[in-house]
């Protein structure tokens, strides 16, 4: 089946990012949102990064305007039900997506593959919302922020999807202009598999006095060629977010490397969420940032 309409669910920070990307890769978007306010909130973001794209002369004018006739916003639900490929980029609430995915089972048509862009929560159970016929054509569609920069797609299938629906979608990301990797629904798909471990071993190496806050970063990023340490990066993920994905992954698989190191439960309980609260191993008050003093014995 090739792919033409594409419907995004949310238009939040990736809702926003995977819909300009679609409309830049020339299909027709329609993004629902909850309500007008956000429509607009995301669509301005687009405008933003769009203008970029243009000063920089990646898009001419002319594409940056047809990018943006592309662009449909909409609070109903029914504005979706043509769509080819809808691609669910809305909060991180199991419920919440498997109630929107029954809503929408029921008003798609047959065709119509739903993907899922979750970072954490598990294909196999939204897919479980829909109907049998459905089940068949439900996918995970894994984007980095910021979507219309980072080039990789995790393409995730589950024990049901079927074969034809899989190469389908792969080949949708490579319109996109995306890489895209095949990865089956386990949790945290192959980036979080292997980036959690490395990040909270980085806490317990801190943790354990094998090295200072800056050191083990400068060790990390001239030891290796990393363009940031683990303990910058794990500020600029949010380490409420890492806390979140690794108590995820070490449910799903009981391993020890899974497990977030003590160290990390209290930053979080402490505020120190990392770059969005102001503070995390480093301290971004002040320019240049600092790292964040603390106790750690
Ligand atoms: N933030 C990241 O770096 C990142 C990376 C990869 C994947 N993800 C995943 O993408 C999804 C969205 O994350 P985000 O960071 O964009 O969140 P966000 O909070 O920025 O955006 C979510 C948006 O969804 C909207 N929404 C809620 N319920 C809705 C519904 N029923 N229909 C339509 N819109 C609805 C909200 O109003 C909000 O604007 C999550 O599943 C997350 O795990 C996030």
Known sequence: MEIKKVGVLGCGLMGSGIAQTAAMAGFETTVREVSEDLIQKGFAAIEKSLAKFAEKGTITAEQQKETRARLHGTTSFDDLAECDIIIEAIIENLEEKQNTYRHLDAICKEETIFAS????????????????????????????????????????????TDADVYEDAIAFAK????????????????????????????????????????????????????????????????????????EIMF??????????????KRMVMA????????RGFYDYTN???????MNLV
Do not use: W
Request: include cysteine; proline fraction near 9%; charge should be positive.
């Open 271 to 278: 505020g120190l969420y990392g770059r969005k609260s102001g």
């Open 117 to 160: 862009n979750t970072s954490s929560l598990s294909i196999t159970q939204m897919m479980a919302a829909t109907s049998p016929a459905r089940q068949r054509r439900f996918i995970g569609l894994h984007f980095f922020n910021p979507v219309p920069i980072m080039k990789l797609v995790e393409v995730v299938r589950t024990i049901l």
């Open 175 to 246: 319109k996109l202009g995306k890489v895209p990797v095949r990865a089956s629904d386990k949790t945290g798909f192959i980036v979080n598999r292997l980036l959690v471990p490395y990040l909270l071993d980085s806490i317990r190496a801190l943790e354990e006095g094998v090295g200072s806050i800056v050191d083990i970063d400068n060790a990390m990023k001239l030891g290796c060629g990393y363009p940031m340490g683990p303990l910058t990066l794990g500020d600029f993920v949010g380490l409420d977010t890492t806390y979140y994905i690794a």
């Open 287 to 293: 320019d240049p940032k600092n790292p964040t003093p």
């Open 251 to 264: 449910n799903e698989f009981r391993e020890k490397r899974f497990a977030p190191p003590p160290l990390l």
